[in-house]
């Protein structure tokens, strides 16, 4: 089997087009929706990143596998002991170590590990292409290497791929030549001045106060300095703008390395051989709970993720699946 499994960092379902998005971000997305499987209400078990990644990995609750915790205390798998032998629990039961067992070949193009020093999750990879950016690369870097991978592996047999992109991910940092996307487009009715006003109005991290969520005017202003498509504080609603604006350009800019990735599949004459998967590791706060560009809350923003599967032989066109599931049970129902 032939599996291309997404990953695409703080991506929200309810901002992608076959959710229901009335803004046009995510068209080859929604073309590999219209030929599968959409679910409707996937959560991750754990989050934020790194507990939500070592829980799909592991295919155990946070509270069974140790990370709980974003950094810090809790944010490494627990220590097993003496029955440990030479091989770890995740090492032997992992999602990547059945894949593995089952003959595949299996390749991750992430920063992810490094970005979080969570070595355990590399377990049972036979290639591991890191950027080196530290998730704060953008399509651009990514896709060059997963389109070189594909055209030397992609008619193999036998082979997992997983392609992380960060693009939706605070700071925004779509090229130049993008910035006039959805520039015209109307914004989420929801947040109108009068939400915007109460937002300034209180505080806390990532609030509209203090974006970035560092709590210091100077880190603010040096983060938008830096990252000129960043807003610093939401004090207007052209800074409301900047924040979906930026959002947006994000998810479309992955969306067209999606487009080029599965595009290449079929070249190669194997689209309707492959597993392709689209998920993420968790949503997005924007401007929900006055928390503007972050992923810190243990609701429905938070931890719904878009779950797409094009699965070969499957004919599904349009499919919806609205059953409630946990974000491990496609890795399960996969092995």
């Known amino acids: 089997m032939r599996i291309l499994y997404i990953d695409i960092d703080s991506l929200r379902p309810d901002h992608l087009g076959c959710y229901g998005y009335h803004r046009n971000t995510s068209p080859n997305i929604d073309r ?7 679910y409707e209400n996937c959560y991750v078990t754990d989050a934020p990143c790194l507990p939500s990644r070592t829980a799909l990995w592991s295919g155990r609750f946070g509270i069974h596998n140790g990370v709980i915790n974003h950094g810090g205390v809790a944010s490494e798998p627990f220590i097993e002991g003496p029955g440990r032998g030479f091989q770890s629990r995740l090492g032997q039961t992992s999602w990547m170590a059945c894949l593995r067992a089952l003959k595949h070949r299996m390749a991750t193009i992430s920063s992810f590990g490094e970005r979080h020093s969570a070595w355990h999750w590399y377990a049972n990879f036979n290639e591991i292409y890191n950027c080196g950016l530290r998730g704060n690369e953008s399509a651009h870097h990514v896709e060059p290497i997963a389109l070189d991978w594909l055209r030397r592996n992609a008619r193999d ?8 992109m960060w693009d939706p991910h605070t700071p925004y ?14 914004l989420p009715a929801w947040l109108t001045e009068e939400v915007r006003q109460a937002h300034w109005n209180g505080g806390g991290p990532h609030s509209a106060q203090e974006v970035c969520g560092f709590g210091t005017s100077e880190w603010e202003w040096e983060i938008s300095q830096q990252f000129p498509q960043q807003p610093d504080i939401i004090d207007s609603m052209d800074k409301v703008r900047m924040m979906f604006d930026g959002y947006d350009r994000g998810v479309r800019y992955a969306d067209e390395a999606v487009g080029r990735m599965v595009n290449l599949l079929a070249e190669q004459n194997v689209l309707d051989d492959t597993v392709v998967i689209v998920s993420a590791d968790h949503g997005e706060n924007l401007g929900e709970f006055n928390i503007y560009g972050d992923h810190q809350t243990a609701d429905h923003i938070t931890c719904r993720v878009p779950l797409i599967v094009r699965w070969p032989g499957v004919k599904a066109p349009k499919a919806v699946d609205d059953r409630l599931l946990y974000h491990f049970d496609f890795a399960a129902t996969m092995i």
């Open 32 to 38: 590999i929706a219209a030929d599968g499987v959409r």
């Open 157 to 164: 047999e036998h082979w997992f791929l997983h392609v992380n």
């Open 173 to 186: 940092r779509t090229p130049a030549s993008v910035a006039h996307w959805f520039k015209d487009d109307p």
